[in-house]
């Protein structure tokens, strides 16, 4: 009974907020499941989802041919019929190079002579792999914003083994990366991330699951969205708005459901409003549907797709071609694409082209 109940749960952490007893539901889930497959075993389906990037990191050997492998339309439905995924999902696609080989030939290059300060920068398993063009546009961004980024060698955050309920492993990555940052972080040289499941993963989750509950405690405050730091450095004046472009420019920012529940939206729409003529409004929506792997699998796919159309999608639709489309989340950016046909930006892709 209660594995059917946990089914349907979208682990989306509204409950948060909007629970007045505060009862962590997505928690429960992954105990849930975690003493679920202690005595039933953990399917293959979920086991391929929380290792993706032990998939991707193999996929990468041949790039070009694993991502022909997933365009192809007869081996990619071969695939999502083994994996249980649904027909109509689009399977996400390598970057042409990892962020972290693009850092290690370009990052010694971005390094601003006379630093604000210095940033460590959290290189997530989805960024790295799915999305590296954000993630030097982040690079990028924050050097042109005379912010000096360090990159060191850490585990994956363990966000989709924890998902999954697979938290043996998900507890080795967390004391793993708090043994790496305890070392390194402060309230001066914070951490900080682009993708907020695996960022704010530090704050929500590690402290539960780690060996070291003190140390976990106090990294966790200088863990940072990257949304989240720039918009504490324009509060205090060391990036303003003479810094970016003049032009118009009309966004609908559609916020990440972790970010709604550990942060808050403001950030990001702090960062898209602060060029002078960019006009940003909020959809008010909850979660877009997808939910991690939850709209990939195949049971799910209909009720993730009325999801998006519950406010998301219909909202989306009803702008303009010119109208830009915000969303830090990677798994909000494939689902709009997927309902929508419309191609989703990070903030900080749209903040770095604003640059003067």
Known sequence: ELKEVFDLCLSCKGCNNECPSNVDISTLKAEFQYQYYKSNGVPLRSKLFANNNRLNNLGRLLPSFTNFVFKNKISSNILKSLMGVASERNLPLLSKISLKDWANKNLSNLIPSSPIKTVYFF????????????????????????????????????RSHISKGLLEEAQSFANKNISIFSKLISEDKPLIGIEPSAILTFRDEYPKLAKEETKAKTLSKNVFLIDEFLQNEISI??????????????????????????????????????????????????????????????????????????????????????TVIAAPGTSCRHQITDGTQRIALHPVSILKAALK
């Open 123 to 158: 290189n997530d398993e989805f960024t790295n792999h799915l999305d590296a063009s954000i993630g030097i546009d982040a690079l990028e961004l924050l050097s042109r914003l005379n912010y000096k980024v360090e990159f060191v060698e850490h585990a994956e955050s363990g």
């Open 237 to 322: 004046g060391n990036i303003s708005s003479e810094q970016f472009t003049e032009d118009s420019m009309q966004i609908l920012l559609h916020g990440h459901c972790h970010q709604k529940a550990l942060s808050s939206v403001q950030s990001s729409y702090t960062l898209l409003d602060l060029p002078k003529n960019y006009q940003v409004n909020v959809i008010p929506s909850g979660c877009c549907g997808m939910a991690g792997s939850f709209g990939y699998e195949k049971e799910h796919y209909e009720i993730s797709m009325q999801i998006g159309e519950q406010t998301l999608f219909p909202a989306i639709r009803t702008t303009d071609k010119h």
